[in-house]
């Protein structure tokens, strides 16, 4: 359980005011004391994360966030960003309310209206209703908000835990658990090549994680898997008795791997088959085409997931800004930001660069997509853009009912 990547959990957030008991509900929870608790306001400030499995729903990561009504000098409109960059990343929300006021009404009403299944909760079921106002006027306001009565818990004594969890798996995502990364590409029997650059980004000793899930994928799915560097492209074709079902190629040597491959073998990258798995194909592909509009003047954001140290090698920051300029000339601008940190503001940008997303969970990119469309930028993905540069997007496997986009010029 503990193996389970975050970014392939159920993501749940609290939501709720100061000392609502938001703490002490995650503890209930996942049964540890995972959130300090405290009878002072305001004692969560960054958000606390502790992931867990759900019999019915399988792993999950709680998140418990800072009260919305944060009011600390200073600290308090940036803890509150804090939560608003969680629900970002929210598959389901509980939402804690103390009193069904203006600002908890104003919070569920913003969260409802992100698209999050929310589940209304009333915490401190133990107290006596002295201690906590008219419990019933409370569950009534509630439930005339949400259209549904709300789950009375009690953290102190266990009541209403199971009915969260119930309510969770009610609200689960429909593709939550169903999804895979390669789709309809492979069946049992395919014997599938992968060709994995072991380049200065991946660890010493390791695969890095698009790599790990696609093969374990495969292996669940019955397929024969054959891995390679590019320099053991050929070899490797050689030794196998007929031509693989599929090559999964790194996006870097695209080109190399698609002149080398026999015809009729299917090709496509780790990063196409995550654009897929992570996000909105059809997004991403109206993206690239969006490609052909760029000029030496255009300003271009490449997005990464992860955060680390510059390398000489780097996909996102060296390779991709390279070809941008050799296609489009010196003059183009890219911009590179890592982790959680995604421009608010998008309007400066011809287009957006994103990587394969793979320490995000679907949501927190599908958030991102989204951005980009409201703000009428085009998105893609590291994949498809070096695919699209390279000429070679409409030879490109996709899975599912998607059409290459095919390219107007090269």
């Known amino acids: 359980m503990n193996d389970t990547p975050s970014s392939e959990r159920l993501h749940v957030t609290i939501f709720g005011r100061r000392n609502a008991g938001k703490s002490s509900l995650v503890n209930a929870l996942t049964r540890q004391e995972t959130s300090l608790v405290s009878d002072i306001p305001g004692t969560t400030t960054d958000p606390v994360r502790k992931a867990m499995e759900i019999p019915g729903i399988g792993p999950c990561v709680f998140t418990d966030t800072a009260g919305f009504d944060d009011d600390a000098a200073g600290l308090g409109e940036k803890r509150t960003g804090l939560t608003l960059k969680a629900l970002e990343k929210t598959d389901i929300a509980l939402m804690i309310f103390s009193d069904c006021g203006p600002v908890e009404k104003e919070w569920y009403r913003g969260i409802v209206g992100k698209g999050v299944p929310t589940v209304p909760v009333i915490s401190k079921a133990d107290l006596e209703p002295s201690a906590t106002g008219s419990a019933a006027g409370l569950e009534a306001s509630v439930a005339a908000l949400c259209g549904e009565s709300p789950v009375r818990v009690s953290s102190l004594t266990g009541e209403g835990i199971d009915g969260i969890f119930r ?201 991102r997509i989204a951005a980009a469309r409201r703000q009428g930028i085009p998105i893609t993905n590291y994949g498809m853009a070096i695919a699209w540069m390279k000429g070679i997007l409409d030879k490109v496997a996709v899975p599912g009912d998607f059409t290459p986009v095919r390219q107007e010029c090269v």
């Open 167 to 367: 309510a969770l798996l009610r609200r689960l995502p429909e593709d939550f658990g169903h999804r895979d990364i390669t789709g309809d590409l492979v069946k049992k029997g395919d014997a599938v090549l992968l060709v994995m650059p072991q380049d200065i980004q991946a660890p010493k000793g390791r695969l890095i994680l698009p790599q790990v899930q696609t093969i374990r994928e495969l292996l669940d799915k019955g397929c024969t898997v054959v891995a390679c560097t590019a320099a053991g492209l050929a070899d490797s074709l050689a030794a196998m008795s007929s031509p693989p079902a599929l090559v999964i190629t790194d996006s870097s040597v695209f080109a190399e791997v698609h002149a080398a491959i026999p015809a009729g073998t299917r090709l496509t990258s780790f990063s196409v088959l995550f654009a897929a798995y992570k996000g909105d194909l059809s997004v991403f592909m109206e993206g690239a085409r969006a490609m052909e509009r760029l000029d030496p003047e255009s300003r271009v954001l490449i997005a990464e997931a992860c955060t680390h140290a510059p390398a000489t090698e780097d996909i996102g920051r060296v390779k991709i800004p390279a070809m941008l300029r050799r296609r489009f000339g010196e003059s183009l601008v890219t911009e590179v930001v890592g982790g959680t940190d995604f421009p608010e503001d998008l309007s400066g940008y011809s287009l957006i660069i994103h990587c394969g997303a793979c320490m995000f969970n679907r949501r927190y990119v599908l958030n």
